[in-house]
């Protein structure tokens, strides 16, 4: 039998031996690495490290402040250096307000109150403001369902740059209930669900409710943080429903606040083009002034086709924003306004902008539409002569 050398017997061994395993990680440097990794997945959503800001959302804000203190502290970059797929380690990040030593920032970075806690939530952030906002979204996570809410917030935000809707600083009287809208810490917030009612330890009725928020957000909070966070919030603020206050009546409530009118007219021109078209040419406008006001005068001015005009209707308004509801009426007749060029009485050439060509019943139904808060999904088409559904 030749001899073996115990040398290479013991390379050529070595070669199906099992790999060493490498020394387990503490538990506070794999709650240090599962902290990196939330940073990585805002990276990985957003291209862009997280950043401070008052504008910013309270998670970037509190990801930024986690990812200067790793940066800071050698010993968490030793552990994520081999993680560190997108260099965050090695960039600059904003300063912080407060100094610790690197003991207390590890503390901050690294322990938990308690094993369930994630470590979204940090005990300190950069102000007592982003303290507080922190403490108010402790319990936010990401809304699997929020394909079903999206369209609800898409529908705010037109409703509000229409002035069918308003933003009012908020009320503790205030009601909080399903279905409504608020803002707080600069997102729009969805009162999706709300449990029974109970008398918490100070006597007063609270709930949990289930609130869905604009960036995809959702939280299990009760009634009265939600109330505490919109009170202590100076840009807090309620949305009012699309009928809130009588827009379109004859007379108002109690708070209501006048905000005018809009008015149709029908022009007495003897121009051909409008004598012809004389019962569907009509001008829409709002004003804020009596309408018989408004429209004395009128034969004097281009914007009136230089003739007198009788009133067909009008529509009193109350709480909205004129300027944003007259443009809004604008735009959806805008495929039928009436091409006309007349002379002012010195002679200067006006192309008037608020002559139509609409029936009276059509005006009447977009109106109705302003009311019930479904006018930004339709358009006139003057084929059909109809409020037609906008393409998706």
Known sequence: MADIDLDELADALADFAQPEKPAGRSPREERIIAGFEEIQRFVDEHARPPQHGDDRDIFERLYAVRLDRLRALEECRMVLAPFDRQGLLGGVGAETEDERDDDALMSELAELEDETQSLTQLRHVR????????????????CADFDRFKPLF???QKELDAGIRETRPFELKADIEPGRFFIVGGQKAYVAEKAEEFTNAQGRRDARLRVIFDNGAESNLLMRSLQRALNEDDAGRRITESTAGPLFTDTSGDGDEASGAIYVLRSKSALPQIAENRDIVHKIGVTN???????????LQPTFLMADVEVVTTYKLFNINRTKLENLIHRIFAPARLDIEIRDRFGAPVVPQEWFLVPLNV???AVQKIRDGTITQYIYSPDLGRLDKRAV
Do not use: L
């Open 363 to 365: 005006i009447d139904d």
């Open 289 to 299: 002034v009596p309408v018989e006001r408004r429209i004395a005068g009128a034969r």
């Open 127 to 142: 102000s007592s403001a982003e303290k507080r906002a922190a403490e108010e979204v402790a319990t936010r996570q990401r």
């Open 154 to 156: 898409i529908q705010i």
